[in-house]
């Protein structure tokens, strides 16, 4: 078992930057993550919104593990989304690049109501046409477990 972080070195995180960058969501990428939902491709070259689950992490170049080392998780199990806010003010259309970025809003050390600590981390993920119009933004908040596996 891990030991907890020191509580600083949580709440340092916030404000924490990813590198950012671009990313393009090429048609095909498109169509097997809209038929991995079920769904139908959809008009006009729009992306299904599934994409928002990777599409803005893969952007801001990091990655999922990246963000479970930052949070100082004890093991891939010891993570709990706690929510994903998608707010999509503009279709999302293939082929076009985004311009994306990524940062950690808040790092707080909380106990649940049965006593037990974790760490809350609340991610943001913003994207923005080359004419830098956002076009979507994620905010998500993860609880990153602590000695309870």
Excluded at 17 to 30: A, D, L, S, V
Aim: proline share 6%; charged share 20%.
């Amino acid at each position: 078992m891990k030991a907890m972080p020191p509580l600083e070195e949580i709440t340092a995180l916030a404000g924490h930057q990813f590198p950012g960058g671009r990313y393009k969501i090429e048609h095909w990428e498109n169509y097997l993550l809209t038929g991995c939902t079920g769904g139908e491709v959809l008009p006009n070259n729009m992306v299904h919104p599934v994409a928002m689950f990777h599409v803005p992490i893969r952007g801001a170049n990091t990655s999922i593990a990246e963000m479970f080392e930052l949070g100082q998780a004890e093991s891939d199990l010891s993570i709990i989304p706690e929510y994903y806010d998608w707010e999509m003010f503009e279709p999302l259309i293939e082929e076009v690049t985004y311009d994306i970025t990524g940062k950690i809003v808040t790092a707080e050390r909380r106990q649940n109501d049965l006593g037990q600590t974790y760490d809350w981390l609340q991610f943001c993920f913003e994207m923005r046409t080359p004419d830098n119009t956002l076009s979507a933004r994620v905010t998500m908040a993860w609880q990153f477990t602590r000695n309870l596996l």
